[in-house]
């Protein structure tokens, strides 16, 4: 397993996880990192991705309410996810893309997945 994503659960309208992706090997610190997202019947979509330089892009659906960040240390992505809203509920994936990538908010630019976890969020 190359990327793997935790920290997803049931919370309710408001409230706030912190989604993890732990990648299996020290070379995506020199990846850009991205997390997506994708709910029942609809495509996946951007959420928010960190540069290998620390650089962060969001959606604008997410913008002030989550945060990405990584620990290159630990070889960690996290996505801290605040202010939950019904419609976030979704499986959230964590993906790497290689540096140079032409645009992070595109699921072809990545080159690795993690398997998903998922967040539901009660009204």
């Known amino acids: 397993v190359q990327l793997q994503a935790s920290g997803g659960g049931l919370v309710q309208a408001g409230g706030s996880l912190r989604l993890s992706c732990a990648a299996s090997e020290r070379r995506f610190n020199n990846y850009n990192m991205g997390w997506f997202r994708q709910a029942p019947g609809k495509e996946r979509e951007f959420v928010a991705a960190i540069t290998w330089i620390g650089g962060t892009y969001y959606a604008d659906s997410v913008k002030g309410r989550f945060t990405i960040a990584r620990d290159k240390a630990v070889n960690m992505v996290y996505l801290q996810v605040n202010s939950l809203k019904p419609e976030d509920a979704a499986v959230y994936y964590c993906?790497?893309?290689?540096?140079?990538?032409?645009?992070?908010?595109?699921?072809?630019?990545?080159?690795?997945w993690g398997q998903g976890t998922l967040v539901t969020v009660s009204s």
């Open positions: 993906a790497a893309a290689a540096k140079g990538s032409p645009s992070l908010s595109t699921t072809s630019t990545y080159n690795y």
